[in-house]
């Protein structure tokens, strides 16, 4: 276990921990507050904080280290495990016909997303259809149809359409040689009811493989209403973290996996079709802990 996974700003108080012998109250606690301390600048939600610390502090002070671990390497590896636990395992994305939808507020970066997986599923041979299912923004099917032709990606949409349910019925139909079928859905501003509903309906009519809900890394406040009124209405299967090129450390995310009880799925780190990364435990831990 390498003291680098663990971020420059601990690197200081993991130092402090004597390689052998006991490790005191003091010295855990301190690491604790410099682990809280870096996890609170990336928004990690503060409950999240107080029960990882916790957790730590318990493990560090009561666990005897394995056979031949020193103590420093002991407590690096409580702080990754429980670091682990908030993050959750990377995803396996399954190389198969699949239909997908993606769900989330105006301005997350659904549209980008979409033409991103699909060009994903397009380098790993898997043929990818998109269809929009937004309505609601114009501008959208434009958007979504130009990404399209860039990556060379069947597209389907009616632009002068508002029923985005027999848009979606229709673009399966017509996508039924796409291997993998993308499904955009409008976002609003804020989770209205008829969003909701009209979510809850694409939903029945897609029966989708997988449901992503995509969200902006510098969300803050109001990330849990929106992660459990999401999951509520259609169920979850994972996020997507898009925006990570900013300065936005994804921390705020971490709640809407936490209550949708979801794992990270993707993360979109620029606005290229080609910024999109497989999760990764790892780096998205040292970049946390910062
Ligand atoms: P939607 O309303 O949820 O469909 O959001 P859009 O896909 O239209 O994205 C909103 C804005 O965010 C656009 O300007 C995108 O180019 C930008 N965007 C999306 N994903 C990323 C990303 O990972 N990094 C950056 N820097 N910008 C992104």
Redesign the pocket.
């Given at each position: 276990m390498v003291l680098d996974k663990l971020g420059s700003s601990l690197k200081n108080s993991v130092r402090k921990i004597v390689k052998k012998g006991r490790i005191d109250k003091e010295t855990v606690n301190e690491l604790a507050t410099d682990i809280q301390r870096a996890l609170l600048k990336s928004d990690v939600d503060v409950e999240l904080v107080q029960e990882l610390t916790d957790k730590i502090k318990d493990r560090a002070l009561n666990e005897e280290p394995p056979k031949g671990a020193s103590s420093r390497e002991h407590v690096i590896r409580i702080v990754y495990e429980e670091m682990l636990e908030i993050v959750g395992e990377e995803t396996e994305v399954p190389m198969e016909e699949q239909d997908i939808m993606l769900v989330?507020l105006?301005?997350?970066?659904?549209?980008?997303?979409a033409a991103k997986l699909a060009n994903y599923f397009q380098k790993k041979g898997l043929k990818p259809g998109l269809i929009c299912g937004d309505t609601f923004?114009p501008g959208a099917y434009n958007?979504l149809k130009e990404l399209s032709q860039r990556i060379d990606s069947v597209f389907y949409g009616e632009k002068e359409s508002e029923d985005a349910i027999q848009v979606v019925k229709n673009g399966l139909n017509e996508l039924k040689d796409s291997k993998v079928r993308i499904v955009d859905t409008a976002?609003r501003h804020s989770l209205e009811s008829d969003l909701i509903d009209e979510m809850e309906q694409i939903n029945e009519v897609v029966e989708p493989d997988k449901k992503f809900l995509?969200i902006d890394a510098s969300i803050g406040k109001g990330v849990k209403d929106q992660a459990n009124s999401f999951n509520e209405a259609i169920g979850i299967d994972g996020v997507i973290i898009?925006?990570?090129?900013?300065t936005a450390k994804g921390g705020g995310a971490l709640t809407a996996v936490s209550e949708a009880e979801t794992n990270i799925a993707f993360l979109?780190?620029?606005?290229k079709l080609n910024?999109l990364e497989e999760f990764e435990p790892d780096s998205f831990i040292s970049r946390l802990l910062g």
């Open positions: 989330g105006q301005g997350s970066g659904k549209t980008t997303t923004r958007q976002g995509v898009t925006k990570l090129d900013g979109g780190t620029g606005e910024e």
